[in-house]
């Protein structure tokens, strides 16, 4: 399962209102470290298939939702559940580590 491409039109429908944990990605194009992440997020939503939605939100296209969930540093990871901010991870974690992050919360 590829992530979901989110904006403010489909934020809420796909994550606040999602019957499963959410991960978002805040990123953006320029960003080294969120490029180096892009890769890991992708294993995680074929990984998690199922079990949670993995989606991302380029923040320079989106900077209302970024302003609301207090992104002032990217990469950054927040796990949404019941339609809240569960936990985040600032800046580039690698795969087990996340993976570790997501199953402590999940």
């Not at 491409?5 to 994550?15: G, K, R, T």
């Not at 901010?85 to 087990?96: A, C, N, Q, W, Y």
Request: aromatic share 8%; net charge negative.
């Amino acid at each position: 399962m590829a992530e979901i491409i989110l904006n403010a039109d489909n934020f809420e429908s796909e994550v606040l209102n999602s019957d499963i944990p959410v991960l978002v990605d805040f990123w953006a194009e320029w960003c080294g470290p969120c490029k180096m992440l892009g890769p890991v997020i992708s294993q995680l939503a074929e990984q998690y298939e199922g079990k949670i939605k993995v989606a991302k939100v380029n923040v320079d296209s989106n900077e209302e939702l970024a302003m609301k969930y207090g992104i002032d540093s990217i990469p950054a990871v927040k796990l949404f559940a019941g339609g809240e901010v569960k936990d985040e991870s600032i800046g580039f974690t690698p795969l087990p580590a996340l993976k570790q992050w997501i199953d402590a919360n999940i």
